[in-house]
């Protein structure tokens, strides 16, 4: 159950934390699985981590916000794999603009960044590998999101809500567009990541700790495990939905 053998996967942002993890377990279902990151130096050494384990993935170092980079890297490494890209998990996106300003305090050129990365990230990966999806009768999509798309937060990431909601809004359109030719579009709305630990201080954790139930950060390789069911066969069922992935908080 659950295999991905000789599907082509594109793993976003994949070079570090949850993206490494997702890249770790699709490959581990059998997957190869084309790593990006914005900096190669990061998508080489989880390429590196892949084939120790024995699987198979490539390194692509491209800027999702690039309509042409993204096309001419996934054309180029779908040329080398011989395959179109068959799952596409976009979750390259971190809030920009995260420095803790409320919308009163940023300047206009401030709002692109976060959406650009978020939603236009999203738009242009989708674009570029859904005819391959739709020809061949196929396909997985999946927005990495976050709990903050769809809850209000005085924390200062409005702009990065705005692009991921932007994304949510679209992955539901796109899963009714798609469904007929076998491709469905999920989101995967994260809370809180072990990765904070090396972003915030420690005080500023237990008070996030306090809002989780399971009462422990979020982990790269289960949300790998959430992707590598959302990618394979058994999930065709499943399209257009927001699932909130966060050991059950409520404050999202
Ligand atoms: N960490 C959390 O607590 C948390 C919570 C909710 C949602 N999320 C979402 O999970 C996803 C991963 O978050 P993370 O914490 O692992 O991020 P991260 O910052 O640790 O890693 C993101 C990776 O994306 C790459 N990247 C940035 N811009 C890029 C671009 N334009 N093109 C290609 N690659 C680019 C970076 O180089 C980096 O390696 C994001 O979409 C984020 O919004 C994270």
Same mark, same amino acid.
């Given at each position: 159950?659950?295999? %991905?053998?000789?599907?082509?996967?594109?793993?976003?942002?994949?070079? $570090?934390?949850?993206?490494? #993890?997702?890249? /770790?377990?699709?490959? &581990?279902?059998?997957?190869?699985?084309?790593?990006?990151?914005?900096? =190669?130096?990061?998508?080489?050494?989880?390429?590196?981590?892949?084939?120790?384990? #024995?699987?198979?993935?490539?390194?692509?170092?491209?800027?999702?916000?690039?309509?042409?980079?993204? !096309?001419?890297?996934?054309? @180029? !490494?779908?040329?080398?794999?011989?395959?179109?890209?068959?799952?596409?998990?976009?979750? *390259?996106?971190?809030?920009?603009?995260?420095?803790?300003?409320?919308?009163?305090?940023? /300047?206009?050129?401030?709002?692109?960044?976060?959406?650009?990365?978020?939603?236009?990230?999203?738009?242009?990966?989708? &674009?570029?590998?859904?005819?391959?999806? +739709?020809? !061949?009768?196929?396909?997985?999509?999946?927005?990495?999101?976050? #709990?903050?798309?769809?809850?209000?937060?005085?924390?200062?990431?409005?702009?990065?809500?705005?692009?991921?909601?932007?994304?949510?809004?679209?992955?539901?359109?796109?899963?009714?567009?798609?469904?007929?030719?076998?491709?469905?579009?999920?989101?995967?709305? %994260?809370?809180?990541?072990?990765?904070?630990?090396?972003?915030?201080?420690? @005080?500023?954790?237990?008070?996030?700790?306090?809002?989780?139930?399971?009462?422990? %950060?979020?982990?790269? =390789?289960?949300?790998? *495990?959430? +992707?590598?069911?959302?990618?394979?066969?058994?999930?065709?069922?499943?399209?257009? $939905? /927001? =699932?909130?992935?966060?050991?059950?908080?409520? /404050?999202?």
């Amino acid at each position: 159950m659950f295999s %991905l053998e000789a599907r082509v996967a594109l793993v976003t942002g994949a070079g $570090q934390s949850v993206g490494a #993890g997702i890249a /770790t377990v699709l490959a &581990r279902q059998g997957a190869t699985v084309i790593v990006n990151d914005l900096t =190669i130096d990061r998508a080489e050494k989880v390429v590196a981590a892949i084939a120790e384990e #024995g699987n198979h993935a490539l390194a692509a170092g491209f800027d999702v916000t690039d309509l042409d980079a993204v !096309s001419a890297h996934v054309r @180029e !490494s779908e040329a080398a794999l011989g395959h179109h890209v068959d799952i596409l998990v976009h979750n *390259a996106g971190v809030a920009l603009e995260r420095t803790n300003k409320r919308f009163r305090e940023l /300047t206009p050129d401030q709002w692109s960044p976060s959406i650009d990365l978020n939603l236009y990230g999203l738009l242009n990966t989708t &674009r570029v590998v859904l005819d391959g999806m +739709c020809d !061949s009768g196929w396909g997985r999509i999946v927005q990495v999101s976050s #709990g903050s798309a769809r809850t209000g937060q005085n924390i200062g990431v409005s702009m990065y809500a705005a692009g991921k909601s932007g994304g949510e809004g679209f992955m539901r359109h796109l899963a009714a567009e798609v469904g007929q030719f076998g491709v469905t579009a999920n989101i995967l709305a %994260l809370g809180h990541q072990k990765n904070l630990e090396e972003k915030m201080p420690p @005080e500023m954790i237990d008070r996030i700790l306090e809002t989780i139930p399971i009462g422990r %950060l979020g982990d790269p =390789i289960e949300v790998g *495990a959430a +992707c590598g069911y959302l990618s394979s066969n058994e999930a065709g069922g499943l399209t257009g $939905q /927001t =699932i909130d992935f966060n050991g059950g908080s409520q /404050t999202r």
